[in-house]
């Protein structure tokens, strides 16, 4: 079992920036990959970015040149830097981590709001 607490969400006006974070603990050992989903209201939950034990990167489209994924491996702790955020950035950000067995684990979710 995998054990994730996220941090970092708030509301923040457009153009400006976040950092999310996400602790693991638990059978951090098994641990494959770690990511960040989204979920805007009325809309289904969505990739934003993933990073995978060997270091390779993934991110969606709409957040590619904004947003950096990074981890802390001594920490199990993955991190989601957010630069020049929009309203449509708007949602809630649920932290993922994937295990050997492709078991996944979610974070209980972080409200970002981007608003002025």
């Known amino acids: 079992q995998v054990q994730l607490v996220e941090s970092g969400g708030g509301l923040v006006q457009p153009g400006g920036s976040l950092r999310l974070s996400c602790a693991a603990a638990?059978?951090?050992?098994?641990?494959?990959?770690m990511g960040w989903y989204r979920q805007a209201p009325g809309k289904q939950r969505e990739v934003v970015a993933g990073i995978r034990n060997g270091g390779s990167m993934n991110y969606a489209d709409s957040v590619k040149g904004r947003f950096t994924i990074s981890r802390d491996n001594a920490k199990n702790t993955v991190y989601l830097q957010m630069n020049n955020l929009q309203p449509e950035d708007t949602a809630v950000y649920y932290c993922?981590?994937?295990?050997?067995?492709?078991?996944?684990?979610w974070g209980q979710g972080t409200q970002v709001t981007v608003s002025s």
């Open positions: 638990g059978s951090t050992f098994a641990i494959n990959a």
């Open positions: 993922n981590v994937r295990d050997h067995w492709n078991t996944n684990y």
